[in-house]
């Protein structure tokens, strides 16, 4: 068996063990399903030997008394496994003989207890969760012809010699390349080792242990656990203390699995498995600390139903189903404390998607109003392992201090980084501590720098203030101003028929109304302006809509009938148009054409002012300044959003004339030099 004095020497073996899949002609991409178990299982194995050598050290052995000897090892709370425990079997001995392996490795996984065999996936019925399905895998493995070299290659992984941070570290490595090839969602598994760093030295200036007990860490997201657990070690460190209690939970199978299983060596840590925003986890406790990395754009139509009938009041209001992102925030701020701190990684959606009064906009609000967002950070791209985009650490504080109150800064981050020498994945960059250290020494300031500013709450909201305009011809006239009586909307005609081209239409007659709604609905098809559309009247006049979309009234004294020979105009009365509709008389149904205003609804981004008296004065004077045609307000709606490259923006410096032409002359002079070689 392999032994090294540095645990780090295990992960090229570790990744050694991946030839064999190469040659069983599995996808690369599928490797981490084909490796997390025995993974998992060498974690477990060497744990559970950790203890049996501590028994040992205690002067306790399984052949002085064996049922002592067993309830003892049980205290540690590793789990168990009577192959290990009762008989002191590695998995290594199991694979000295390939004639009794197969009998011998169905034996191993048996005595596993319950919850083990459960996370490892051992004999699953067809309908249960399989979580590592180890089960599975290894009879797929079997097939191939490749299960006993395999679970061989593993077994020559000594790692009892390593304490659980060690074990822990090498672990975080696995999975960070795991994520490297798998991860099909942004930041969905792993969370870089860089970025966790950069969260706890937040955290660690944001908060103070408690007095007495534990700090509590929470992250509803927390897949294998990396953020998780990197963060409760690094504050572990920076404080000095073991008293860092960890509480996670997450909805795929094999990544619980994962993190419950690491949950079992340490202390005061639990991992639920459920649907964070449809269950309630950790029932009844709040958190001084949450870290949170959610999946980005991921639909949560699937249980949309669920969402939006939870009773816990979490959600003040839902975003698009297209990305959930916005939930987790609401659900983070319900389950942090008064005096609590989160840090959650987003992408740029949720710093401007949505409108105003929309659910994105009113979610932005909510923690905005309830004076919760402290900071903004802007992440370098290429950051993360399947992903490129930039990427934001909201910092959210129930318990702000009174100068920053109703302030937000915004830090820009994204050019502190250093190319790494080899990518990982999409992943180009890192930040250095002395990147993370700006940022962190930023927000303690709390003040404008080179790469932060500071700005009230309500920087980031803004009015969207409905008008409805009526429309008005080049004069500025509508038809309100010239033929419509005040009070009313609309100017009846006495319309006898319309001719459309060489077509004449009756308007009045008609034995039903549904004869009449089908010559309205003919009408309304035709457009007004373009298709030569006359609307004969009464004493002969004709109304029309000319070219400039102006209603116009037009006389015909050759035809009293009102054809189509010798129309002139006589009167412009303005933009407007015709609103055609039915009307019973006494015998027949009528068509009735009324001349009436276009009105066009529209909406104009105004500043905002949480004083509501400046701020319909802006609004006022707003509207003054840029709207130039009649007006009535309609609703009024405050949205908020951020936009850190209009906050940040630096425009671009343009060389002048003289610098230009200089240019021009050295270039012209060095290709003078060039002929002249070029001659000789």
């Known amino acids: ?95 000295k003989n390939d004639t009794t392996f197969k009998q011998d490795w169905a034996k191993y996984l048996k005595g596993f207890d319950n919850e083990l065999k459960m996370l490892l996936g051992v004999e699953r019925g067809t309908e249960e969760s399989k979580y590592l399905n180890i089960t599975g895998v290894s009879a797929e493995l079997e097939k191939k012809g490749i299960l006993y070299a395999t679970v061989s290659k593993w077994s020559e992984m000594d790692f009892t010699p390593f304490d659980n941070s060690e074990i822990t570290t090498l672990e975080e490595h696995i999975k960070r390349k795991w994520a490297d090839i798998s991860a099909e969602t942004a930041g969905e598994q792993y969370t870089p080792s860089d970025i966790i760093s950069l969260i706890a030295e937040i955290v660690a200036v944001k908060v103070k242990m408690p007095e007495n007990g534990y700090l509590s860490v929470y992250d509803p997201t927390c897949g294998g656990g990396n953020l998780l657990f990197g963060v409760a070690d690094k504050l572990k460190n920076i404080f000095n203390t073991d008293l ?67 009773e816990t009041g979490q959600f003040k209001f839902f975003p698009s189903v297209s990305d959930g992102q916005l939930l987790f925030m609401q659900h983070i701020v319900h389950r942090l404390n008064n005096t609590g701190i989160a840090v959650e990684v987003h992408n740029g959606s949720t710093l401007f998607s949505g409108d105003a009064g929309g659910g994105e906009s009113n979610i932005r609000k909510y923690m905005f109003d309830n004076d919760w967002v402290e900071a903004i950070v802007q992440m370098p791209s290429d950051e993360f392992f399947n992903t490129g985009i930039l990427t934001y650490l909201w910092i959210m504080n129930k318990n702000k201090p009174a100068d920053r109150k109703d302030r937000v800064i915004l830090i820009n981050g994204s050019n502190g980084w250093r190319l790494l020498k080899k ?154 148009t015709f609103n055609i509709k039915t009307a019973k008389s006494k015998e027949f149904t009528n068509v009735v054409i009324e001349i009436v205003p276009v009105y066009t609804n529209d909406y104009e981004i105004i500043p905002y002012s949480p004083n509501e008296e400046e701020n319909q004065q802006q609004i006022a004077d707003f509207v003054a300044r840029y709207v130039s045609k009649p007006f009535e307000y309609r609703d009024n709606v405050v949205g908020v959003e951020l936009n850190f490259n209009k906050e940040f923006y630096v425009p671009e410096t343009v060389e002048t004339v003289s610098d230009i032409l200089k240019d021009l002359a050295e270039l012209s002079s060095e290709l003078k030099t060039l002929e002249k070689e070029f001659e000789l």
Not at 429 to 437: A, C, F, G, I, K
Not at 455 to 474: A, C, M
Not at 525 to 545: L, T
Not at 559 to 571: A, E, I, K, L, R
């Open 1 to 95: 068996m392999t032994q090294y004095k540095d645990i780090m020497q295990y992960e090229s073996d570790i990744w050694a063990a991946a030839d064999l899949l190469i040659a069983a002609g599995i996808k690369q991409s599928k490797f981490p399903d084909y490796m997390m178990p025995y993974f998992a299982l060498m974690l477990l194995e060497s744990r559970m030997l950790q203890v049996l050598k501590n028994l040992e050290e205690d002067g306790l052995s399984r052949e002085d008394n064996l049922e002592e000897y067993i309830e003892a090892f049980k205290e540690y709370g590793t789990g168990y496994n009577e192959y290990i425990v009762e008989h002191g079997k590695k998995l290594s001995d199991i694979c």
């Open 244 to 310: 860092i209690l960890t509480r996670g939970c997450d909805f795929n199978d094999t990544l619980y699995a994962l993190a419950s299983i690491e949950s079992r060596f340490r202390e005061e840590s639990e991992i639920e498995h459920c649907n964070t925003l449809t269950s309630i986890t950790h029932y009844g406790v709040e958190f001084d600390v949450v870290v949170a990395n959610p999946p980005y754009g991921v639909s949560w139509k699937g249980y949309k139903t669920n969402v939006e009938k939870d």
């Open 423 to 576: 990518s990982r994945g999409s992943k180009r960059r890192e930040m250095l501590p002395e990147h993370r250290q700006k940022i962190v020494d930023a927000l303690v300031a709390f003040e404008d720098c080179d790469i932060a500013k500071v700005y009230p709450k309500w920087h980031f909201y803004y009015n969207k203030q409905g008008i409805r305009l009526t429309e008005v011809d080049s004069e500025g006239k509508s038809v309100l101003d010239t033929l419509i009586k005040e009070d009313k909307t609309a100017y009846p005609l006495k319309a006898k028929k319309v001719i459309i081209g060489d077509t004449e239409i009756p308007l009045k007659g008609y034995a039903t109304k549904a004869e009449a709604d089908e010559v309205v609905s003919k009408l309304k098809s035709y457009n007004f302006k373009e298709d030569d559309f006359k609307v004969v009247c009464e004493k002969d006049k004709v109304y029309c809509v000319d070219e400039d979309n102006s209603i116009i009234c037009r006389q015909n004294a050759d035809s009293p009938n009102g054809g189509s020979v010798g129309f002139q105009p006589t009167t412009y009365y303005g933009y407007g």
